[in-house]
């Protein structure tokens, strides 16, 4: 069983940055796709980003395209989501994620973390 705990999330102003992160419990780390969802009070899940195991291709969604950067430290087993210019409407719980496919999908991902809250003011 693969343990995903996320950190970083917290109260911020409109245009702040803030970075996630997510540790993982397992060896095979490097061998994950990993990503990022969210949701907002009354919404749907929705997709965020995504890394590929490599960590050499990346994919976002269109609304925080250009503002967040996910990464990944395989020696660390730890995957990142920075997010700069932020708005109200990134305010949401941020899971992390962990699967076999390198996807925009929710069920595509085999692993959720716990969630992290971020809000941000306007």
């Known amino acids: 069983q693969v343990q995903l705990v996320e950190s970083g999330g917290g109260l911020v102003q409109a245009g702040d940055s803030l970075r996630l992160s997510c540790e993982a419990s397992e060896r095979s780390f490097s061998h994950r796709h990993m990503g990022w969802f969210r949701q907002a009070p009354g919404k749907e899940r929705e997709f965020v980003a995504a890394i590929i195991a490599s960590g050499g291709s990346t994919h976002y969604s269109t609304s925080v395209q250009g503002r967040f950067t996910i990464s990944r430290d395989n020696a660390k087993n730890t995957v990142y989501l920075q997010m700069t210019s932020l708005i109200p409407e990134d305010t949401a719980v941020y899971y992390c994620?962990?699967?076999?496919?390198?996807?925009?999908?929710?069920?595509?991902?085999?692993?959720w973390g716990q969630g992290t809250q971020v809000t941000v003011s306007s």
């Open positions: 994620v962990a699967g076999s496919y390198y996807s925009v999908i929710a069920r595509d991902y085999d692993y």
